[in-house]
């Protein structure tokens, strides 16, 4: 059967033409069973035409129709049985009705029967209406229910292919999209990571390199740090690459979620650095949501990490819990290329970062010439 249809799309008029010649052939066979009860030369003529016009069946239905519906006045007129006639039309209908739009089919088929039927009536003589009869006016209409069902068939079957095809057109474009936000996610988890660590070692790699003949004691000191910061780094890369390695089904956490717990180790770390740092701390503290915290942090980090790299002089750190907000503040005065020599992913990262979860960040220069971050993120209702 898959050959066959396989065949049919491929050759629809070869296929159509041959059945056409050998219903033609079978119907005027001269024998004691032939169906052709008048064997007349018009007669085999009229059938022969309305026999070929199944051939373009396919491509012109509506024209096939007409053709084997007015072959029926001329064949009843010649007195010949109207069956050989009749199977050619309803094939002609079904056609139409498998492949033509809804409304167009139904006019085409009504049409024809209006135009076979009164015909017929008027040609059958005193036999009149007899099952026989009946049963030819009813092989049209189950022709058309047969066809109509048909298209319904494939009509139903294009919208469920044609809804598979946007279901996963859509699943690609959500599947693009979660891609997208996950290397944006990454590639702001590798510079919250990696900005800190490398700023300390390259201040403690020159204050190293400046004091290593004059003054040994602090030179070593400085590459100290330096090494310490390099397997702080180290170890928070591996935690990061272990959660990307991590399968989705283990249950574990999905990514490192350093909080505010962890702020003064955090602060500690600066100091050591060499960071003039000044923190305070108001308000009442208490327990944020995950990923509040999460964000809390990388946003001190990010913005002591800015101050060390650009600024000068001493950098105040402010922490202040209100009844609603965390409220954060980096300020210092600005210096060593401040506003020039970044690349500015610290700032957006940050803007990002509050951003998606319902706060907000205002950076720049203000009246007292000193460079403010402030940052406000949702904390909750105080108890």
Do not use: C
Request: charged share 20%; glycine share 8%; proline share 4%.
């Amino acid at each position: 059967m898959r050959r066959i249809r396989a065949v049919t799309r491929e050759h629809p008029f070869v296929v159509d033409a041959t059945g056409a010649a050998v219903y033609f052939a079978v119907v005027v066979a001269n024998g004691p069973d032939t169906s052709l009860d008048v064997w007349s030369l018009p007669v085999i003529g009229l059938l022969a035409v309305v026999s070929a016009s199944l051939a373009v069946r396919r491509a012109w239905p509506l024209w096939t129709l007409a053709v084997t519906a007015a072959g029926t006045w001329p064949a009843t007129a010649s007195g010949a049985d109207l069956e050989p006639f009749l199977v050619p039309l309803a094939v002609a209908v079904y056609t139409v009705a498998a492949h033509a739009e809804r409304w167009t089919s139904r006019r085409a088929v009504v049409t024809g029967a209006l135009f076979v039927v009164p015909a017929v009536a008027l040609l059958i003589g005193s036999s009149g209406f007899t099952a026989e009869n009946l049963g030819r006016f009813t092989l049209i209409g189950m022709a058309a229910a047969v066809g109509e069902a048909t298209r319904s068939r494939r009509a139903f079957i294009a919208a469920i292919e044609e809804r598979a095809a946007r279901l996963e057109l859509s699943r690609e474009e959500e599947a693009r999209r979660r891609v997208v936000e996950e290397r944006l996610h990454i590639a702001r988890e590798l510079h919250d990571v990696v900005a800190h660590h490398i700023s300390v070692i390259n201040v403690q790699a020159g204050v190293a390199g400046h004091l290593l003949t004059t003054r040994p004691e602090a030179a070593a000191e400085a590459l100290k740090n330096v090494r310490l910061s390099s397997r702080a780094v180290l170890e928070e890369l591996h935690g990061l690459l272990g959660v990307l390695r991590r399968s989705d089904e283990t249950g574990e956490p999905t990514e490192p979620a350093p909080g505010m717990a962890r702020l003064g180790p955090l602060v500690e770390s600066f100091r050591t650095s060499e960071l003039d740092l000044r923190w305070t701390s108001a308000g009442e503290e208490r327990p944020l949501s995950a990923t509040v915290d999460l964000v809390a942090y990388r946003v001190v980090q990010e913005a002591l990490t800015n101050a060390h790299r650009h600024g000068t002089g001493v950098t105040d750190l402010s922490v202040t819990y209100t009844a609603t907000e965390l409220v954060i503040e980096v300020v210092n005065s600005p210096g060593r290329g401040s506003g020039a020599g970044g690349s500015g992913l610290g700032l957006v990262g940050m803007r990002e970062r509050a951003n998606a979860v319902g706060g907000s960040v205002r950076t720049g220069l203000e009246a007292d010439r000193l460079f403010h971050v402030h940052v406000s993120l949702p904390a909750g209702k105080s108890s």
